[in-house]
């Protein structure tokens, strides 16, 4: 897989993290849904990778619990990448006042890996112009 220079192999800390893929702290526009027949909820990631993604939620999500999610890069003429993920973690953020919430993607095909990293490089890439 190509690296990104913006983007950060986890170092496999003995603090137990477990995390192997290259990460970015960009922004992304999330909307996640628990079931087809309930409306979306719309945030943003704080930390995403080829495996999973770290969102901010208004609810504490059940460990397990699988979730449809559509990512979108504002402004890009792509479509929305849509895909499935399990809840890994949800811990309650005081500062924030909501949950800080760790989603690892169902089995993200090469396709969906490259257009995710797209997706992030272009993000990169506008920020930093």
Partial sequence: MKRF?????????????KRASERSHEK??????????LPPEF???????????AMLTNAELSLDLE???RLEL???PGPKLRLRG?????????????YRTG??????????????????DTLHDLRTR
């Fill in 5 to 17: 220079k913006h983007m950060e192999k986890s170092q496999l800390p003995s603090s137990g993290d």
């Fill in 28 to 37: 992304l526009l999330v909307s996640y849904s628990i079931s087809a027949d």
């Fill in 43 to 53: 945030t943003e990631t704080y930390d995403i990778a080829t495996g999973g993604l």
């Fill in 67 to 69: 979730i449809l999610i």
């Fill in 74 to 76: 504002r402004g890009d």
């Fill in 86 to 98: 399990n809840v890994r973690w949800s811990t309650y953020d005081p500062l924030l006042q909501k």
């Fill in 103 to 120: 989603i690892a993607f169902a089995g993200p095909s090469s396709e969906f890996e490259r257009e995710l990293l797209r997706y992030i």
